[in-house]
């Protein structure tokens, strides 16, 4: 079947926009997570979801950034206010459940000028 | 909490020569570990996981990584090196309820024809 998917791509921004990032997990996953993974750096985590239990927000760095997640399916990471050091690549992944293997996405590259 | 620390940013190989990428974790329980690689513009891939059982694991792409608890140590060999094989691999620990993955710096490997 098809694997995690992301959009857009790639997004360049201007600071102080807000942005919202997409991904459409695995069919049937029922976990999903967000990570950054900022240049010359390892991948941070930044929020989870398993089904309908309240999110883990633990990772995310300031109250600017946000997520939902539409029952099993689709999420949205949104940035209110960017800045420059939010550029980054955005990567979603999720699981069938928690603690199983995570599956990742191609990631959106993030820009804000 | 739980860490990874990748003990070389870059390493470079001759093709067909062995490849050692060095992963030390830091962790107050029995890890769950895992080596992730990433090519030039694709997404995240799972080469193996370490879940408390054999210490030996063997991944694909005739990778391979041992668990040493005596010395926190998951470091990832292959025995020949292609050139397929350049891109960076990052060691990645979960934290204890398998939810969110913490991931190293990651390492850069080269292979040189």
């Known amino acids: 079947g098809a694997g995690v998917s992301q959009s857009p791509s790639n997004k360049v921004t201007e600071k102080g926009k807000d942005v919202e990032l997409r991904c459409d997990p695995i069919?049937?996953?029922?976990?999903l997570y967000w990570y950054r993974q900022r240049l010359g750096q390892g991948l941070e985590f930044l929020i989870y979801f398993q089904g309908n239990s309240a999110p883990d927000k633990s990772g995310l760095p300031s109250d600017r950034f946000s997520a939902e997640r539409t029952g099993e399916s689709v999420s949205t990471l949104t940035i209110q206010r960017t800045q420059q050091e939010d550029s980054a690549v955005y990567l979603c992944?999720?699981?069938?459940?928690?603690?199983?293997?995570?599956?990742f996405g191609p990631g959106t590259r993030l820009l804000v000028l | 909490a739980q860490s990874v620390t990748q003990l070389d940013s870059h390493v470079s190989v001759s093709e067909g020569t062995p490849v050692l990428l060095r992963c030390n974790y830091s962790?107050?329980?029995?890890?769950?570990l895992f080596w992730y690689v990433q090519h030039p513009n694709k997404g995240l891939q799972l080469l193996l996981k370490?879940?408390?059982?054999?210490?030996l694991v063997k991944g694909i792409n005739g990778f391979e990584a041992e668990f040493k608890k005596s010395e926190t140590s998951f470091h990832l060999t292959k025995p020949s090196a292609h050139m397929s094989d350049a891109a960076e691999y990052f060691c990645v620990v979960s934290d204890l309820r398998g939810n969110k993955l913490v991931f190293g710096a990651g390492t850069i490997l080269r292979v040189k024809s």
């Open positions: 069919s049937g996953h029922t976990a």
């Open positions: 992944a999720s699981s069938l459940r928690v603690q199983e293997t995570q599956y």
């Open positions: 370490y879940t408390s059982a054999a210490t």
């Open positions: 962790s107050s329980y029995s890890p769950s």
